[in-house]
């Protein structure tokens, strides 16, 4: 089946710094890309989606100067957290699809754990 | 380690059927269950949750049980809708492990004809 990476894996950082987690579609070209954040103990909740070559759609409630979203190629999209502080700590998940009208399923990446000091 | 197995699609129904989709769950520790749903061109929703053994969730017309005895959790849904075409996903995450990340099953997408 298809896959998705995403690194780094774990990350720990001091509040105020910047933190870019990678989301790569390995054997297919993603056309759309999701971002989830889970905070501890509690279900995913949809950040953003991200079409290659577009501007990403932020949900609402979601900080987009502070979450920012790039998904410059079909196999790769970016999340960067600015200028992170302790409440940004948590884990993030991004899925991927090949079809932008969602006939094919989504693969979901293994997830990013993020950690500010 | 945890895992989530899950009926595999797509499932097609008339309207006003009932809708079940089985959901099975692997845990060493003592996991939430959720249900996700993702409609056309949207992301993932949660559905419905279910936090200890025989919690039932429920929302929008379907339910859920967490069956603790069968390591199950399958969605249930007495009368469909065309607007319930979607692909639905189970999920557990372990609330008591340091690594309480979420795992999905692979999804299972529905399909119900007018």
């Known amino acids: 089946g298809a896959v998705v990476s995403q690194h780094p894996s774990w990350v720990i950082c001091k509040s105020g710094t910047s933190v870019k987690i990678e989301c790569r579609s390995l054997?297919?070209?993603?056309?759309?890309m999701f971002w989830y954040r889970q905070f501890p103990k509690q279900s995913l909740m949809l950040m953003a989606t991200?079409?290659?070559?577009?501007?990403?759609?932020?949900e609402q409630g979601v900080e987009k100067d502070k979450f920012l979203i790039n998904h410059a190629s079909l196999t790769l999209s970016t999340l960067t957290v600015t200028s992170a502080h302790p409440e940004d700590s948590s884990f993030y998940i991004c899925?991927?699809?090949?079809?932008?009208?969602?006939?094919?399923?989504?693969?979901f990446g293994p997830g990013t754990r993020l950690l500010v000091l | 380690g945890n895992s989530v197995t899950q009926m595999e699609g797509p499932v097609t129904l008339s309207e006003e059927a009932f809708l079940t989709i089985n959901c099975t769950y692997t845990?060493?520790?003592?996991?939430?269950l959720f249900w996700y749903v993702q409609y056309p061109g949207e992301g993932l929703q949660l559905l419905l949750k279910?936090?200890?053994?025989?919690d039932k969730g429920s929302n929008k017309g379907f339910e859920a049980t967490y069956r603790k005895e069968t390591t199950s959790f399958h969605l249930e849904k007495g009368s469909v809708q065309v607007s319930d075409s979607a692909v639905y996903f189970c999920?557990?995450?372990?609330?008591?492990?340091?690594?309480?990340?979420?795992?999905f099953g692979k999804g299972t997408r529905l399909h119900i004809l007018p």
């Open positions: 899925s991927a699809t090949s079809d932008s009208r969602f006939q094919e399923t989504q693969y």
């Open positions: 054997d297919f070209q993603a056309t759309t």
């Open positions: 991200s079409n290659e070559g577009s501007k990403a759609t932020y």
């Open positions: 845990a060493t520790g003592y996991p939430s």
């Open positions: 279910a936090t200890k053994a025989d």
């Open positions: 999920a557990l995450s372990d609330r008591f492990l340091e690594d309480d990340k979420i795992i």
